[in-house]
């Protein structure tokens, strides 16, 4: 038998299961992709039984697939935010999961933030009052779906993000807990006193006997129901996907940091245990607890990554797919000063500028695809670097390297481009699933699979390092005009005076 882990990657576009052995090596993955659902403009909703049927679907085929494992222990990470209230007795959701990326409570978020609530939130919770996090979503459940409140307040609702709601399932309703890296991402957990905030949860009108209780990130919290997996797998890890990724790249000591360059791109740096307050525009968050310790991280979120290299394939065309991004920036010496600032969605950290939209500057006669597509590409190069200098203004440390993950880590040329722009070595490592690994090793490390962190640090292994090759003039200089670019796209939605 090989002994191993399952870790249940439950994302926003699919569920995904993974079997990992000790070397941190994936013995085979199972994936399922999940429905979208845009009810109305800035609406996002998912089924929570279709989330929950293609986890038990792929963690099922996991296991079918390699009877040789002896599986001690399984983790969980997933899609942060997202809130899901469902019936204590039954398990039956009431209403859909709302999606992070869900807007509906703007209003909401701008009512509070007159009331004076901005800073409380920041100072408490470490996060921008905003509609992104669950508080606001769960606010609107009770107080805008007919009956909801009633029943809440007769003990019979229960609310969870997306690992609580996996968790009460995968236990047949036997547990009703999350972890501080999801708890700190509601937006009504104080992160400082790691407990529910009371004040908060006034404000937003949320009885407390609806929130889950908060258990460390690496511990066995529960057993899989048998009727479900087999057999009674001890739950054993949980993470937000972000905070997992940070694990699964070891960034286990301060100023450790890694990249995740997804459809959207996430940069997380360790800042020890205690929580660093941002004062340019990044969260401070939980990244994890273990062994009755916490750590923290600071927290920089770029819109869009990948979604650019989306746009030069089904917007504009210029590329059959996502790999030709690469041959085709390779096919001129540079961008000629063309520069694309892809703010589609507005900026994120660490401007937060809702009225930015996307801008091309620096266009010529010669400008062509190429040059559009080498400039979208170091445009996430950018972006990155934007949020490297708050890291660095907030933490005063800059990050020896950047770890890196996602699907855009199979271009080289961006990372190549990172590590000139940004100044600092870029490190892609051999196992590429750093999200599931994170929550393997976290339920790893609460059953004794691996001894301790530095047993898992040793594990992480180099696949490629990027070291800077362009003198920091130049770079510096392509900095400036990258953010001379910025200039031109922040602010152009806003409405007219
Ligand atoms: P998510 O988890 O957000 O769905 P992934 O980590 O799977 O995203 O990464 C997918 C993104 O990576 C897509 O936006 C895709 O355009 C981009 N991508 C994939 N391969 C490449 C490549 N070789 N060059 C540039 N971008 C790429």
Redesign the pocket.
């Given at each position: 038998m090989t002994p191993a882990i399952l870790a249940l990657d439950q994302?926003?576009?699919?569920s995904r299961a993974i079997l990992f052995d000790h070397d941190g090596r994936p013995l085979g993955t199972r994936g399922r992709p999940l429905t979208q659902h845009y009810p109305q403009p800035g609406w996002v909703e998912h089924d929570p039984d279709e989330i929950w049927a293609g986890q038990l679907e792929t963690a099922r085929a996991a296991l079918a697939a390699r009877p040789d494992a002896d599986v001690l222990a399984l983790g969980v990470t997933n899609q942060r935010e997202t809130t899901l209230l469902w019936e204590r007795a039954t398990g039956r959701p009431v209403y859909p999961a709302i999606v992070w990326q869900d807007r509906r409570t703007a209003g909401h978020c701008e009512r509070l933030r007159a009331d004076g609530w901005e800073t409380p939130v920041r100072e408490r919770t470490g996060l921008l009052l905003d509609p992104y996090f669950s508080g606001t979503k769960l606010a609107w459940l009770l107080d805008h779906v007919d009956g909801l409140r009633a029943r809440a307040e007769r003990g019979e609702l229960t609310f969870g993000t997306v690992d609580t709601f996996l968790l009460w399932r995968l236990t047949g309703g036997r547990v009703h807990v999350t972890d501080p890296s999801n708890a700190s991402r509601t937006m009504l957990f104080n992160i400082h006193r790691l407990d529910w905030d009371d004040d908060i949860l006034h404000a937003l009108a949320i009885p407390r006997a609806l929130l889950p209780e908060v258990r460390p990130s690496s511990a066995v919290v529960g057993h899989a129901d048998p009727a479900l997996l087999g057999r009674a797998i001890p739950i054993a890890g949980v993470a937000g996907d972000q905070q997992a990724a940070a694990f699964g790249q070891a960034c286990f000591t301060p100023g450790m940091a890694k990249q995740?360059?997804?459809?959207?791109g996430f940069l997380l740096m360790n800042v020890g245990d205690r929580p660093r307050p941002s004062r340019h525009g990044l969260l401070s968050t939980v990244a994890w607890s273990l062994d009755g310790r916490v750590s923290y991280a600071l927290e920089g979120a770029i819109f869009v990554?990948?979604?650019?290299?989306?746009w030069l394939?089904d917007g504009l065309g210029i590329i059959a797919?996502?790999?030709?991004?690469?041959r085709l920036a390779r096919a001129v010496d540079s961008t000629g000063g063309v520069y694309l600032v892809p703010a589609f969605a507005g900026l994120g950290a660490p401007y937060w500028d809702p009225y930015a939209r996307g801008t091309i500057v620096g266009l010529t006669r010669g400008s062509g695809r190429a040059e559009i597509a080498r400039a979208a590409?170091e445009a996430?190069a950018f972006q990155t670097r934007d949020v490297l200098e708050a890291v660095r203004a907030d933490a005063g440390v800059d990050p020896a390297a950047l770890r890196v993950?996602?699907?855009?880590?199979?271009?080289d040329?961006?990372l190549q481009f990172q590590a000139d722009v940004a100044g600092c070595p870029v490190e892609r490592p051999a196992v590429a699933e750093t999200?599931a690994l994170g929550a393997a090793y976290l339920a790893g490390l609460a059953v004794g699979f691996w001894a301790d962190q530095q047993e898992v640090a040793r594990g992480w292994r180099l696949e490629r390092r990027f070291e800077p090759r362009m003198p920091a003039e130049e770079a510096a200089r392509r900095y400036r005009e990258w953010q001379r670019a910025v200039e031109r796209a922040r602010g152009w939605a806003a409405p007219e005076a």
């Open positions: 994302g926003t576009t699919s995740t360059y997804g459809t959207g990554a990948g979604a650019a290299i989306q394939r797919d996502a790999a030709e991004s690469e590409l996430v993950d996602g699907g855009m880590v199979a271009n040329f961006l999200t």
